[in-house]
């Protein structure tokens, strides 16, 4: 089952419900991964998100605030550093409200009025069972991903995903020699391991290779 944002956008805005309200401007805060958001926090989360959309007026502008958005959710390689190291995106219940938050803020200057999602469906992310994870890294041939599976590894713990999306098709790098990158998403249960701990995100493809993420939850947004 492939799980992609565009599920959570059906989700929270069945029909980008309208509301009349005054925008609260709050800056963002950086926590481990919190299974216990309230109500409250959880609209403090989509502020901190509609905040930094606000201020993004050009397509730079908007790129450099989702940069930003995955730098506090990454674990593994930094690709400013190392374009080609292996990393993962953390999709956390913080992750998906910010996300929703910058949808607000980007339909609100479209349609001109103040976008808000329901009550209810902040709810829905609350409750959240799950992680999502993006991992992207690279090969050398275009199809070096296919059949790759993933597992979290907590000391004598391995938490295998409940589902797993398959590989996209490598796009070529630029340079020499040829490169490719691609990505995958799994979801883990928040109950098969513990959100609090470090751990390691093992990649193991078909031949036998295999690629270790540290993922350090605590320093997780």
Not at 186 to 204: I, S
Request: net charge negative; proline share 7%.
């Amino acid at each position: 089952m492939r799980i992609d944002s565009s599920f959570f956008i059906r989700l929270a805005f069945p029909a980008f419900a309208i509301v009349c309200m005054s925008v609260i401007t709050l800056p963002s805060v950086s926590h481990s991964i919190d299974l216990s958001i309230s109500l409250e926090d959880a609209n403090t989360s989509l502020a901190a998100g509609r905040q930094t959309m606000e201020t993004a007026e050009s397509v730079e502008d908007v790129a450099a605030v989702m940069k930003a958005s995955e730098k506090v959710s990454r674990v593994g390689a930094d690709p400013e550093v190392d374009p080609c190291g292996t990393h993962a995106i953390l999709r956390t219940r913080r992750y998906w409200l910010e996300y929703f938050g910058r949808r607000e803020a980007a339909e609100s200057k479209r349609q001109k009025k103040d976008i808000r999602m329901p009550e209810s469906k902040i709810q829905e992310i609350l409750d959240m069972p799950y992680l999502e994870v993006e991992v992207r890294l690279c090969g050398d041939e275009e199809f070096f991903a296919e059949g790759a599976e993933i597992a979290l590894q907590q000391g004598n713990l391995m938490a295998r995903p409940v589902d797993i999306g398959p590989a996209e098709r490598g796009k070529k790098n630029p340079g020499s020699p040829p490169s490719f990158r691609s990505r995958f998403t799994a979801r883990f249960a928040y109950a098969d391991f513990d959100p609090q701990a470090p751990g390691t995100l093992a990649v193991f493809f078909p031949d036998g290779k295999l690629l270790n993420i540290p993922a350090d939850f605590s320093t997780i947004h």
